[in-house]
């Protein structure tokens, strides 16, 4: 019986010592597998370098681009002198370019950051704000585009929506709610949805359940 517990015993430490040796190999592959931080740094810096030289126009970016740069694309094919500020274009790879400065502490990747925010500037509204696309080229040439490319914009946004939405989701937009004495649709729109709005002393009470129980307010 004793020798039973013997060899248990010894299958035990022999079963311990093969899983120890396997972790011991595993983490050891793990980490000869794990590159080093200056290649990892290197690496950084040549994938910044071709955004920066090759893919950048004016410090602004697009989405996609085809390998041999001939032709480019944002939310639709884009021209050249074209950026776009959603993402994942020219405002994502600001941001890109900061965390590397941040995690790095190199001035290339502020300076790249920079370029980003001159682009920014360039494109912004005298009003603060911005459009979803710049075009270096002009407002001559944004007009342009939209009369080409842009106009088949609707296209895709109809296409997205009604293919994401069941058949019995889809209808026609309701019709105008019939005037009441004067009152606009919109104060009528904010007087049933806030009951905020008194309606004119002069609305009959025939006119008001009509306007109410129309179907663009159901």
């Not at 509204?125 to 944004?142: E, I, K, M, Q, T």
Request: hydrophobic fraction near 35%; proline fraction near 6%; charged fraction near 20%.
């Amino acid at each position: 019986m004793s020798r039973i517990f013997e060899m248990r015993a010894a299958w035990r430490g022999s079963l311990c010592l093969f899983a120890a040796s396997c972790l011991l190999a595993t983490s050891t592959a793990i980490a000869q597998a794990q590159p080093a931080l200056k290649d990892v740094e290197a690496g950084m810096k040549r994938a910044t370098q071709f955004m920066v030289d090759k893919v950048a126009y004016r410090g602004g970016y697009l989405w996609n681009y085809l390998p041999d740069m001939s032709r480019r694309w944002g939310e639709m094919e884009a021209r050249e002198t074209m950026i776009w500020l959603q993402p994942p274009g020219t405002s994502s790879m600001g941001h890109v370019f900061l965390d590397a400065y941040h995690a790095t502490g190199d001035e290339y990747y502020y300076r790249a950051a920079e370029q980003v925010g001159s682009a920014l500037i360039w494109g912004q509204h005298p009003s603060g704000g911005w459009n979803y696309v710049v075009d270096f080229a002009g407002d001559r040439s944004l007009r342009d585009w939209y009369a080409t490319v842009g106009k088949n914009a609707w296209r895709l946004r109809n296409s997205s929506i009604t293919t994401a939405m069941p058949r019995s989701m889809i209808r026609s937009p309701p019709t105008p709610p019939p005037s009441c004495c004067g009152c606009t649709w919109r104060s009528w729109t904010r007087a049933t949805r806030r009951r905020s709005i008194a309606p004119s002393s002069s609305c009959s009470t025939a006119n008001i359940r009509s306007v109410r129980g129309h179907s663009a307010f159901r």
